[in-house]
């Protein structure tokens, strides 16, 4: 059976980090093109970053480039978001996902394109 488990997630303050780890079973994550979404309450999920299945290039939500960094460890079949400079705005439950489609940053966007999901980590920022 397939399936992912994030963790990771928690409470803390504004400015602070975290670190999520999303950990496949079932399949192998080299083979495939994987992402971080959130959804916070009361609003649509979104996407946060995604990352090629060869880890050469990724793509950000404007909302957290340059705070965020999406990496994966093929090797340990787990998919990493480390999230910097935490903000209230990112209070979110956040997911790891896996596409069957080919990369692009397009993908950000198109959450339905993603078929494998986790069951979610909860993200709180306070400030």
């Known amino acids: 059976q397939v399936h992912m488990v994030e963790s990771g997630g928690g409470s803390v303050q504004a400015g602070g980090s975290l670190r999520l780890s999303c950990v496949a079973s079932?399949?192998?994550?080299?083979?495939?093109?994987m992402g971080w979404f959130r959804q916070a309450p009361g609003k649509e999920r979104e996407g946060t970053a995604i990352?090629?299945?060869?880890?050469?290039?990724?793509a950000y939500a404007d909302s957290v480039k340059g705070r965020f960094t999406i990496s994966r460890d093929n090797a340990k079949n787990t998919l990493y978001l480390q999230m910097n400079s935490l903000k209230p705005e990112d209070t979110a439950i956040y997911y790891c996902?896996?596409?069957?489609?080919?990369?692009?940053?397009?993908?950000?966007?198109?959450?339905?394109?993603?078929?494998?999901w986790g069951q979610g980590t909860q993200v709180t920022v306070s400030s």
């Open positions: 996902a896996r596409t069957d489609y080919a990369y692009t940053s397009d993908l950000l966007s198109w959450p339905g394109r993603f078929g494998v």
């Open positions: 990352i090629r299945h060869d880890g050469g290039t990724s």
């Open positions: 079932g399949y192998m994550v080299r083979n495939y093109n």
